[in-house]
């Protein structure tokens, strides 16, 4: 074969493979542009429709009274046509990309949007996250079948779904993209479906603020001047966010154990738990209510919350989602964080409204084990600046959580540290239960002698006081 040929072979199958990924690019574009528009329209839909029913009850002084009718009709209309929409959302949606190829069912959106409303605005402590990305997850899985598409499409759409519903949520187009394909795997980025899923939360975003559904993000403008001191302050705090962060994931698991006690008799946890809601807002707890919304705005603008307020929340969202109520769990997330961080700033004495935000974007990274989507989030609201705390304030987080997280449905792909490992390739918790080992017996029996050591001397001062 002649050098001429060779290269005329070489340049034919370069411009055959250029023009499949071409042609493949353009109708991945075309599916998660229709993908997009559909989960930006409905879930502008489910959020003015939230709004309108949040408005309409918050016109009563004490509307949280309804929260045992509100909880009762969720849970009923869901054990009634769609028992499989139970729970916070996206941890179904994440259980259906792994086990069923992304299949869910069409009865998923609208009893899910109806249930969700019901709970939040009758003062359920839950978020707008979880819903919209299942009633985005479904749509995509429905447009899958109707067009016959392959599992492995209907498995990259129903991801465009999770990251469209969470873009148009919290109009943050990059941080939600990067969401849905962050949060399947602990330690692993799908990225044969990042393309789709930027374009399907783009659209989602501008199709959402079209139809009128945005947060209420506005520009900040904060002079952080990096030095030092304040990053080692960072460091500190990503330790204490870390521990919040395991604070709120052990309050899910409380509620769901609690509640879980009643089984005999399901219609009866809803009623228990809305009674104990009542009970807590009655005696001046009900900012922690509802979405809490006007209680993250405070925070991030400066404002001081009751130094309860996180830990509330935290107890809060386990009681509403543990005994059969709808919703999601990064809004709650969101309040934790800026309330905790808040309060953490004026303990040290800093600025408490950027340790709210670093604290938002912390527990989001801790609790969901998505730390990268948590650190664009924090570029894409608080601006370039915010960047050097925010990524490590988030990475700190993460560690800190170690195997656990709020979504129990996440495959544990890489291990976070080489101190402690847990099983590959399965759920991050099981049952409940986070399993995990020392990676060295000799480095945990030295890290045993170490605090033993440090005991010994403590009660050495103690004795030496005396």
């Known amino acids: 074969m002649t050098l001429f040929e060779r290269l005329k072979r070489r340049t034919r199958r370069q411009l055959l493979e250029s023009s499949a990924l071409f042609l493949n690019i353009l109708r ?35 509307y949280f009274i309804a929260l045992p009718v509100g909880l009762f009709f969720a849970a009923w209309l869901i054990k009634l046509l769609a028992p499989q929409a139970s ?59 109707i067009f016959r598409l392959s599992k492995q499409d209907r498995k990259k759409l129903v991801i465009c779904g999770i990251s469209a519903g969470f873009a148009a949520v919290f109009s943050t187009p990059v941080a939600g993209a990067l969401f849905g394909v962050e949060v399947l795997f602990l330690g692993q980025i799908m990225y044969e479906v990042l393309l789709p899923s930027f374009i399907a939360g783009i659209t989602a975003y501008q199709v ?41 994931i052990e309050s899910l698991r ?6 879980s006690s009643f089984d005999h008799r399901p219609m009866l946890k809803p009623i228990l738990g809305g009674i ?38 935290s107890l809060a969202t386990g009681a509403t989602l543990g005994c059969g109520g709808s919703g999601g769990v990064i809004t709650p997330i969101f309040v934790v964080g800026a309330s905790a961080g808040s309060l953490w700033g004026q303990i040290i004495g800093a600025d408490p409204a950027i340790f709210a935000a670093l604290g938002m974007v912390a527990l989001v990274s801790g609790c969901a084990n998505t730390p990268i989507a948590a650190t664009v989030m924090g570029l894409e609201l608080f601006g370039p600046t915010f960047g050097p705390y925010g990524a490590t304030v988030c990475v700190v987080a993460f560690l800190m959580t170690g195997y656990r997280g709020v979504y129990s449905s996440q ?33 945990y029996v030295r890290m045993q002698q170490i605090l033993e050591d440090i005991m010994n001397w403590i009660r050495g001062v103690k004795f030496w006081r005396h």
């Open 276 to 313: 104990f809601l009542v009970a807590l807002g009655l005696l001046g707890a009900d900012n922690g209510l509802g979405l809490g919304v006007d209680s993250l705005e405070k925070a991030l603008s400066g404002e001081p919350c009751p130094w309860w307020l996180w830990a509330f929340k």
């Open 208 to 248: 959402a603020s079209w139809l009128g559904a945005s947060y209420f993000w506005h520009p900040v403008e904060w002079s952080i001047v990096f030095n030092e001191a304040q990053f080692f302050q960072v460091i500190i705090s990503g330790v204490v966010f870390g521990l919040v962060c395991i604070l709120f």
């Open 87 to 145: 729970g916070h959302g996206t941890e179904k949606v994440i259980e259906a990309v792994h086990k069923r190829d992304g299949r869910t069912y069409p009865l998923d959106a609208p009893v899910k949007l109806v249930a969700t409303v019901a709970t939040i605005a009758s003062g359920g402590s839950a978020g707008k996250e979880g819903p919209a990305a299942q009633i985005g997850a479904t749509l995509a899985s429905l447009f899958s079948d």
């Open 28 to 62: 991945w574009t075309l599916l998660a542009t229709i993908v997009g528009a559909i989960v930006g329209g409905s879930t502008a839909v489910f959020i003015l429709a939230l709004h309108g029913a949040i408005h309409f009850m918050q016109r009563f002084p004490y």
């Open 254 to 259: 409380w509620g769901d154990r609690f509640f």
């Open 411 to 443: 495959i544990l792909a890489r291990q976070k540290s080489e101190i402690l490992t847990a099983p590959l390739n399965q759920p991050i918790s099981s049952e409940g239960k986070v399993t995990f080992e020392f990676a060295s017996r000799k480095r």
